[in-house]
């Protein structure tokens, strides 16, 4: 019986051990569950807050993008309400969804005559071989710019149209910009009929200038043949004359012998006149060499050529200019201006003075005397041909050499004038280009 005892008391002892356990695990089991059960309403809390979250920022996106699809949608309806080509919008089928006031106008129709109808509605003519009577998202030609036939509600004659199809990227629309060219067309053909008229005037002009080319040869060999022939006489009558005052030296009374005299120099006022005939003619018809030109060289050596009397003084400007000019046309001019302020200064003394001034693309030369000067009356009528102030028998003058002097300087694109005053002399002031001339 002891020894029962003791093992009834041993395994007490286990269970009771094996009780403890269990309630120990129970307990863990317990807090383990409890533990669970928070962290899965936790859980549930945070993902239902995340969710909605997430559905509210989805809900203001939609909100935000309709607006602005709306606001999109109104801008392009403004847009398009007052632009002057005619706006067309399509749908997926290539139906027709709105048209602005444009389009209205163009085909004469409302829009709701035309909406859900198909674009070749609106024309004469198909857009494409692959479709006769309507249009879908495979058959519109996006990106081109197509030329058709509009038709009109009222009136059957067709009109040309331009027009281009784009996709919108807004909705899954299509937009079509019709334009009528009825008058562009008409303005091409115009501007056309005018190419083609300005290409038979310019036959005509090649023609024209060819014959004037051919004119201008005839005349200058007639002027040299007829100025040869001209000069011949004139030289053998002048010759004559000297011979007969040679071979009747002492016996031909003192009026004899100024006759001869003035037979003479008609003779040669003759021939001058032929010259400045020929040189007239000349200007402007003949190509003449450009080089670089220094204006007080060229003065110096037109001074010494002319030789002017010994009372004379002719100042020069030290600032005049050095550029690619026509020596020879330039050289003229001074020269016949430079000549006539000493021939017709009226006094054996004298100061002749030159001076430049620049005008953006010009020069403007001024060849300035203090002789006796010109009568206002006069300053235009001295630039006419043949035109003198003086009589020939007290100057030998042509009156060839300031019309020669204008006409080249006008050939070059500029322009001379006078300013002078009977006794208070005269300036003559001309433009010279600081570009040449293109011949």
């Given at each position: ?322 550029f690619k000019t026509k020596r020879l046309l330039l050289s003229q001019v001074f020269s016949n201006l430079l000549s006539n302020a000493v021939k017709h200064h009226g006094s054996s003394t004298g100061e002749i003075i030159v ?85």
């Amino acid at each position: 019986m002891e020894q029962l005892r003791v093992a009834i008391d041993t395994l007490q002892t286990k269970e009771r051990y094996a009780l403890v356990q269990s309630d120990r695990q129970l307990t863990q089991l317990q807090n383990l569950t409890t533990a669970t059960l928070w962290f899965s309403s936790l859980a549930s809390v945070v993902g239902y807050l995340a969710a909605l979250y997430l559905f509210s920022n989805l809900d203001w996106e939609l909100q935000d993008r309709k607006l602005q699809l709306q606001e999109s949608q109104a801008f392009l309806k403004a847009v398009t309400a007052n632009v002057v080509d005619g706006v067309i919008t399509l749908d997926r089928e290539g139906k027709i969804e709105t048209l602005n006031h444009a389009a209205e106008a163009m085909f004469g129709y409302k829009a709701e005559e035309v909406i859900g109808n198909p674009l070749t509605f609106l024309l004469a003519e198909p857009l494409s071989q692959s479709s006769n009577t309507d249009l879908t998202s495979s058959h519109i030609p996006l990106g081109q710019t197509i030329q058709s036939q509009g038709q009109r509600k009222v009136g059957a004659a067709a009109f040309p149209v331009e027009m281009s199809i784009s996709e919108l990227q807004l909705d899954d629309d299509f937009i079509v910009i019709i334009r009528d060219i009825t008058e562009r067309q008409a303005a091409e053909k115009n501007l056309a009929d005018r190419a083609d008229e300005l290409a038979r005037l310019n036959i005509l002009l090649a023609k024209t200038n060819t014959m004037i080319e051919d004119r201008n040869r005839e005349l200058d060999k007639f002027a040299y043949v007829a100025s040869h022939d001209l000069k011949a006489p004139l030289r053998a009558i002048a010759n004559l004359s000297e011979w007969i005052e040679e071979d009747l030296i002492g016996e031909i009374p003192p009026e004899n012998q100024r006759q001869l005299q003035l037979l003479r120099g008609r003779v040669h006022r003759m021939e001058a006149l032929i010259n400045g005939l020929l040189d007239y003619s000349r200007v402007g018809r003949t190509q003449v060499a450009t080089e670089m030109v220094d204006v007080r060289a060229l003065l110096a050596d037109i001074i010494d050529l002319l030789d002017p009397p010994a009372g004379f003084t002719i100042t020069v400007a030290p600032d005049l200019p050095t550029f690619k000019t026509k020596r020879l046309l330039l050289s003229q001019v001074f020269s016949n201006l430079l000549s006539n302020a000493v021939k017709h200064h009226g006094s054996s003394t004298g100061e002749i003075i030159v001076s430049v001034e620049e005008q953006g693309k010009f020069y403007e030369f001024a060849v300035s005397d203090d002789g006796q000067g010109i009568a206002p009356e006069y300053h235009e009528k001295i630039f006419t041909i043949f035109q003198t102030l003086e009589a020939r028998d007290v100057t030998e003058n042509t009156g060839v050499g300031l019309s020669i002097v204008r006409k080249i300087i006008e050939s070059e694109g500029g322009a001379i004038a006078v300013d002078s005053q009977v006794g208070n002399g005269t300036t003559f002031r001309f433009t010279w280009s600081k570009q040449p001339q293109s011949t």
